[in-house]
């Protein structure tokens, strides 16, 4: 039985909340929009005016835009793929019975990355990578290694920025894929593993088909936050050496910011705006059917 | 023969496991003990291991750099719009697991796609609007602007929640005469309080992480840690020593926080597709 309950009470109860969050979300959004169909940069802010679809044009043959979209992709392709094999690895590690007190501790450990503050993963790498005084280089000496300018060489910049990605977020994907194993029933994967000794026909044949939507969720994920991905880069690298390391957010600060062509910016943000709104339809149309 | 080998594998997954729990700890580690370094010794090439640890960069970033300020600046906005998101968040996702209205699915939908929406997209126009208003540089401007972020999470959690306490406590106190407010107030929150004080961790710690935002929005007085943080990367001399105090400051509490939920945050990030 569903509770009759009056409109009023209804719009009591939820208006408060949908009304900030128009406030908040929206209004901004829509003041955006406005704003990219203006020439408005506040460096000349006599100039401003209507230009139509301008703003759009100039972003839609920037090659600076382009570029920044495909290291954006580059470094989903690169670090992602590392982040859901390693994350594997070790959800099946932990997922095996046995030593259940050291695996609760390894659990705990791994909440610990993702849930530093992003610009300090960024100050870490800058501390840890650094030529001379940074400990990964004196470890890779260990190891016959000669030391690697990080930060300064656009490719080094590039791989620290996959290598930081890959440390903060395969804990994450190794619980969501943790938490994807445990949905396998255990009477099936007991049964399973009676009739094969070998643990890749288990995974192949028996869990993968139950990780399926834990994937899917890391990918679409992944995605949305790789196309945010700003403050570890930001403090890490600014973006540079020279544009190495400019993701598409960089990009989108530094016109609005140290540019100061708002209206430009205005129009960046409006086309990734729509690639988010696609893919968070699509993470709603994959994992919240039974709300609809 | 069995026993040897299944020895061995124990063996083997104890070190795996040990490693994984330094690849994830050892950042954390050499950043406690960078903080503890003076600058001489932070500068070593190659770095050293064992020193005679100091405390002077903690003092002199709470007390000479404004780092204090800063932490308390990000304490009060990520506490106001934990309170506020609560406030606004809790009749709303009771109104979402026990209502039936038209626009209901729609409403859910676009609160989750708040989770996928970048800071970036946002930060300009409010960046405008907040200085037409005289919001810039204020604890407002963050405390509202993190709502953005902050609501759908407890929305997401709090309906969950309100969901898994059965209908008929509802329906029972209805026959009562009890009203649908009082029948929230009394009934339902109390026995939500697990989802709400979860919601409520995970929003200090994504407002408390945040930058562009504080970055952008607040560049003096209500400065943030993350933002404070930042700028000591300014400049020629690098005070490493410092930077790791600040970093040491600013994270610990948002682990704490990470370890006391740590059941929850995966489904926080995930908006709760992967419990």
């Keep these: 039985m569903t509770l009759r309950v009056p409109r009023r009470t209804i719009a009591a109860f939820i208006g408060p909340a949908v009304a900030a969050l128009a406030i908040v979300g929206v209004a901004p959004l829509l003041y955006a929009l406005w704003k990219s169909f203006h020439d408005f940069n506040l460096t000349q802010l006599a100039r401003q005016r209507w230009v139509g679809l301008q703003n759009y044009q100039t972003v839609l043959t920037d090659s600076d835009f382009w570029d920044a979209i495909g290291r954006t992709a580059l470094l989903f392709v690169s670090a992602v793929p590392v982040q859901i094999a390693l994350g594997l690895a070790i959800a099946l590690v932990l997922h095996r019975p046995g030593l259940t007190f050291w695996k609760t501790l390894t659990r705990l450990s791994l909440v610990l990355p993702m849930a530093t503050t992003y610009a300090v993963v960024g100050l870490l790498a800058q501390v840890m990578l650094n030529q001379k005084y940074g400990v990964i280089n004196q470890m890779l000496g260990w190891v016959g290694v000669d030391a690697i300018n990080f930060i300064g060489d656009p490719t080094n910049a590039f791989i620290a920025v996959i290598l930081w990605d890959v440390w903060q977020w395969t804990p994450f994907v190794a619980l969501v894929l943790l938490a994807g194993l445990s949905t396998v029933p255990p009477e099936i994967e007991e049964a399973a593993r009676l009739e094969t000794r070998s643990p890749w026909t288990v995974l192949r044949h028996v869990q993968l088909p139950f990780l399926i939507p834990s994937l899917v969720a890391v990918l679409i994920l992944r995605t949305a936050d790789t196309l945010k991905l700003f403050d570890m880069v930001f403090t890490m690298t600014r973006g540079g050496p020279g544009n190495a390391t400019e993701f598409i957010a960089i990009l989108i600060e530094r016109v609005g910011n140290r540019q100061f062509d708002i209206g430009l910016a205005a129009a960046q943000s409006i086309i990734m705006l729509a690639i988010t709104i696609v893919l968070a339809r699509l993470y709603i149309r994959l994992f919240y059917r039974e709300v609809s | ?275």
């Design chain 2, 1 to 275: 023969m069995a026993a040897p080998m299944q020895a061995r594998s124990l063996w083997a997954e104890g070190i795996a496991l040990a490693l994984i729990g330094l690849f994830c700890v050892f950042p954390f580690y050499w950043m406690v003990t960078t903080s503890l370094k003076t600058q001489l010794v932070a500068l070593a090439d190659p770095p050293v291991w064992w020193f005679t640890p100091t405390l002077a960069n903690y003092r002199e970033v709470l007390f000479e750099d404004r780092v204090g300020v800063s932490l308390i600046n990000s304490l009060i906005v990520a506490t106001s719009t934990t309170a506020l998101a609560v406030l606004l968040g809790c009749p709303a996702a009771y109104a979402l697991a026990r209502f039936e209205f038209r626009g209901k699915t729609d409403l859910w939908f676009w609160f989750i796609t708040n989770r996928f929406v970048s800071p970036v997209v946002l930060v300009f126009p409010v960046f405008l609007i907040s200085r037409e208003l005289g919001l810039r540089d204020t604890h407002l401007a963050l405390i509202l602007m993190y709502l953005t972020f902050t609501l759908p999470i407890v929305i997401w959690i709090c309906t969950d929640q309100f969901r898994s306490i059965p209908r008929e406590l509802d329906e029972a106190a209805m026959l009562e005469g009890a009203s649908q407010w009082r029948i929230f107030r009394s009934i339902c929150l109390p026995l939500a309080m697990p989802g709400v004080a979860v919601s409520s961790i995970l929003s200090f710690i994504f407002s408390w992480n945040e930058l562009l935002f504080a970055y952008i929005l607040a560049p003096n007085a209500a400065k943030t840690a993350p933002a404070m943080a930042i700028s000591f990367m300014e400049g020629y001399d690098v005070p490493y020593g410092k930077i790791m105090a600040t970093s040491t400051l600013i994270v610990v509490p948002v682990l704490i926080f990470a370890l006391l939920a740590s059941k929850h945050l995966v489904r926080g990030l995930t908006m709760g597709a992967v419990k």
